[in-house]
């Protein structure tokens, strides 16, 4: 009764925002939060339970169709598998999915069933009219089984809660040999400890090739494990090999049973002790309650003032994906399992993995410095472990083990962001020398950049893109080394953070392969692409143009000015033309042959400041965030890739955006909200207000920073962590001399 009353509070809160508008921001953020945006189209997020960057994602799973069930799940959908205990949220490929419980009724079954025939199986549909999803808390009805299923989460518990007709054979499959996609079982094993205790555990390899979770599972009433190799029934309580499953059986005359399973990267045991110290009871309300705060708690530290409810709702939305991940690695007393696979003891800061960094350097990052703060140590701490472990800062960390996914090192840049911004709490001589080693490795072509000072286009694969990120991740490093003092080192990474001018053709005005004798690769076409097969990753020529956000200046200067530069930057959103039959799927969401569905082109529409054109900008950005995003399960125009999406529609609606995600400013663009308040540490406020701000007044007119004129096109990570108000006074034809000076520019580097 209590949580039906949690329910139908949250959804009265939510209807009274959408039909009353002037009582809409008395509601809390977490009741904006749809976790459907995103699961249609190609978006590929998480539809589930998870606490703020917790461990545990439970929430349901599809038969793995494709591409667009990444996640497991699909909107499209109405068959489900069971709920897994580990999700990935947005990515552009499969894995996790670990830990398959399915409840059903019937006969006794070991396999799921198969698309063309779910019921041959424990399958089941369902219906959306039958399902609700909320941040903390999911319901589906299992049509076939007549099951309700409830799922809450702590950080490293999920919480089930399923309720079986009164009359049934009742059953609950544990199922550890199938998970999603393409990840596949190396060793499984299960155990009943006692008639309320069964645990154990799942090895695996896919997209994280030597991946280990452990856990514990506690049910409410009695029950007996039956024990298989895949479909073979096996003698005994005890089972290990590499398709063990299990058959949970429960009592005829049990109409409810909960559930609660720890996970852990280390141990059984310290699955078990997770669930004591997390939820040692059996109130399912309470937890429900507990995890909905938690979120309201970390959504709150940006309060937003509008009447655009839908806008409200994709906001917060955004913001709740941004914090899925990266996602906690380590147990409640803090022991983790390292890249290593050893085992480690509380290292003085809290473990995370899921570090999808080509995606998330970008924009989530640089938003953890300004809302997050206090975890970006931990994130450091993490990655310099991850160093320490594998002798090379992560690439794109996966429970456990690297998948050198995507190119660049761009731990990098996360690093120096936080260095040059004065995030505490971590070593920075320690974490320059991993930088610095990372840099200097003979990872995916970073030994010509060192030999030949160019990445040859007939050696390496996607050596533009490679070229570009690095000379991006160099110029951090330099940033650092001058900070910390180390004259030549700057010099010497400044030198490399330039060598994007090594694959610039003069004549063509784009960023091109070169071979190793100096010729270009050809024949070239800007608009033609293929999925990571010639010198770009996941774009073309016209998107990989803009790719230099730490040197934009230098940028303009290879156009031979700002004219040229401009009429180059407004022909990438005209230019219409077919890419080719093998171009990536990620380069979706296009302007022109602009992408915002893939992210080497986020910060593209904000290089029109550094020209002195902020309301170019402006134009741009007003477009995105109105015709890009949606509060629809298909509201996003690609992969969601681990917040990196949402990071880009949060920052930009708040007003601003890190086009350098290391230099600690952010450049203008258009606010939508009419109020914006910042909690920051040390309970300072920075407060943004938006006057005349309306869907056709898209143009910054003038500013105040603190009550004095301001007429810079861009705004200091300090400025804003000093605390203090801005306020922004829009119109609806642009003021072409707001940011077009060049003292009021926005600069690569900022001294």
Request: proline share 4%; glycine share 8%; charged share 20%.
């Amino acid at each position: 009764m209590k949580l039906q009353k949690f329910l139908l509070l949250s959804c009265f809160m939510f209807t009274l925002g959408c039909s009353n508008m002037d009582k809409s921001d008395v509601m809390e953020p977490v009741a904006y939060v749809d976790p459907y945006i995103g699961t249609g189209g190609h978006g590929h997020t998480f539809l589930g339970v998870a606490t703020p960057f917790g461990a545990v994602q439970i929430g349901p799973n599809n038969i793995n169709k494709g591409w667009d069930w990444c996640s497991g799940y699909h909107y499209s959908d109405s068959i489900v598998i069971g709920f897994s205990h580990l999700h990935l949220n947005g990515t552009g490929c499969s894995d996790t999915g670990d830990l398959l419980f399915m409840p059903y009724t019937g006969k006794v079954r070991t396999q799921p069933g198969t698309q063309d025939d779910p019921l041959s199986g424990y399958a089941s549909y369902y219906s959306k009219s039958n399902e609700k999803a909320l941040p903390g808390y999911y319901e589906v009805l299992l049509e076939t089984h007549h099951i309700k299923v409830e799922l809450t989460a702590s950080d490293r518990v999920a919480f089930h809660r399923y309720t079986f007709p009164k009359i049934a054979e009742k059953y609950v499959m544990i199922n550890l040999k199938d998970a999603n996609g393409d990840d596949r079982p190396t060793d499984t094993y299960l155990e009943q400890v006692n008639d309320t205790t069964v645990r154990g555990y799942r090895c695996s390899t896919g997209w994280s090739k030597q991946q280990q979770v452990y856990f514990t599972a506690v049910f409410s009433e009695p029950v007996h494990l039956a024990l298989y190799h895949d479909s073979i029934s096996v003698q005994g309580s005890i089972l290990q090999g590499v398709d063990v499953k299990g058959n949970i059986i429960v009592a005829s005359d049990v109409e409810k049973l909960d559930m609660k399973v720890g996970i852990s990267p280390v141990s059984m045991e310290n699955a078990a002790a997770n669930i004591q110290q997390e939820i040692a009871d059996w109130n399912f309300e309470r937890i429900v309650g507990e995890t909905t705060a938690k979120w309201n708690a970390e959504l709150s530290k940006l309060q937003v003032t509008t009447t655009d409810t839908v806008a409200k709702r994709i906001f917060y939305t955004a913001l709740y994906h941004a914090f899925i991940q990266p996602t906690m690695f380590n147990d409640y007393n803090k022991e983790y399992r390292g890249t290593d696979k050893n085992v480690y003891g509380d290292p003085g800061f809290t473990n995370y993995t899921v570090f999808s960094l080509w995606d998330t350097y970008r924009a989530a990052h640089p938003l953890y410095t300004l809302i997050q703060p206090g975890r970006v140590p931990d994130f450091i701490n993490s990655m310099l472990a991850i160093y320490e472990q594998q002798e090379r800062l992560p690439v794109w960390h996966l429970y456990g083990s690297d998948t050198n996914e995507m190119i660049g090192i761009q731990s990098v840049p996360v690093i120096a962001d936080a260095i040059l911004k004065n995030v505490k709490e971590f070593n920075y001589e320690r974490a320059y020398q991993a930088m610095k080693a990372s840099m200097m490795s003979d990872y995916k072509g970073l030994s010509y950049v060192t030999k030949l000072e160019y990445i040859p286009a007939d050696k390496e694969k996607e050596s533009v893109a490679k070229g570009l990120e690095y000379a991006i991740a160099d110029w951090g490093v330099a940033q650092v080394a001058q900070k910390l003092g180390k004259v030549e080192d700057y010099e010497y990474f400044s030198k490399r953070a330039l060598a994007y001018r090594k694959y610039w053709d003069g004549e063509t005005h784009f960023f091109r392969g070169k071979n190793q004798d100096g010729s270009w690769l050809t024949p070239f076409n800007p608009v033609h692409s293929t999925h990571r097969n010639d010198a770009y990753c996941e774009g073309n020529g016209w998107q990989y143009t803009w790719l230099v956000p730490h040197d934009v200046e230098g940028l303009i200067s290879l156009f031979g000015g700002e004219d040229a530069f401009v009429s180059k930057l407004d022909s990438l959103f005209l230019v219409n033309a077919d890419l080719g039959d093998e171009a990536s799927p990620d380069i979706s969401g296009l302007i022109g042959q602009y992408a915002h569905g893939n992210e080497p082109g986020h910060h593209t529409v904000y290089l029109y400041a550094y020209a002195g054109l902020q309301w170019k900008t402006a134009e741009k950005v007003d477009y995105i965030l109105s015709r890009m995003y949606s509060d629809l399960p298909d509201g996003l125009q690609g992969n969601e890739d681990c917040g990196q999406m949402s990071s880009w529609y949060v920052f930009s609606a708040l007003g601003f955006y890190p086009v350098n995600p290391s230099n600690g400013i952010y450049v203008f663009g258009r606010p939508i909200f009419d109020k914006v308040t910042l909690k920051l540490p040390e309970n300072k406020i920075f407060e943004i207000s938006t006057i005349n701000n309306s869907r056709e007044n898209k143009y910054i007119q003038s500013i105040k920073l603190n009550d004095l004129p301001y007429n810079k096109s861009y705004i200091s990570h300090a400025d804003i962590m000093n605390g203090g108000t801005l306020v922004i006074t829009m119109g609806n034809e642009p003021n072409k001399g707001f940011g077009a000076d060049m003292d009021c520019r926005p600069k690569s580097t900022i001294k």
